[in-house]
Nanobody, 124 residues
Framework: QVTLVESGGGLVQAGGTLRLSCAASGLTFSMSAMAWFRQAPGKGREFVAAIRSSGDSTVYADSVKGRFTISRDNAKNTLYLQMNSLKPEDTAVYYC?????????????????WGQGTQVTVSS
């Protein structure tokens, strides 16, 4: 059974930083592409960033490029999202997701497993 557990969310002022973590179990983590998505109140779930299973390739949404960094530690079965220069519009529930296979995609429908989410709130 695949389980993804996010942590690290919270309340932060605009311009601040947060680091999200996603602990994975029940899968061959080093062979699984991973991604972060987010969902703001009243909006659909949107892509944030993704990383190839090996960690050597990443992709970001334009809205977070240059501010967020996705990374992974395959020895610890953990995915990370370092978020710098946070803005109020980054406020959302952040989800990690994984799929069978090594290559990442950017659509929610292409991911097989999801965590329960962690709330990030950025005050102005």
């Amino acid at each position: 059974q695949v389980t993804l557990v996010e942590s690290g969310g919270g309340l932060v002022q605009a311009g601040g930083t947060l680091r999200l973590s996603c602990a994975a179990s029940g899968l061959t983590f080093s062979m699984s592409a991973m991604a972060w998505f987010r969902q703001a109140p009243g909006k659909g779930r949107e892509f944030v960033a993704a990383i190839r299973s090996s960690g050597d390739s990443t992709v970001y949404a334009d809205s977070v490029k240059g501010r967020f960094t996705i990374s992974r530690d395959n020895a610890k079965n953990t995915l990370y999202l370092q978020m710098n220069s946070l803005k109020p519009e980054d406020t959302a529930v952040y989800y990690c997701a994984t799929k069978v296979g090594t290559v990442f995609f950017m659509k929610t429908t292409q991911y097989d497993y999801w965590g329960q989410g962690t709330q990030v709130t950025v005050s102005s």
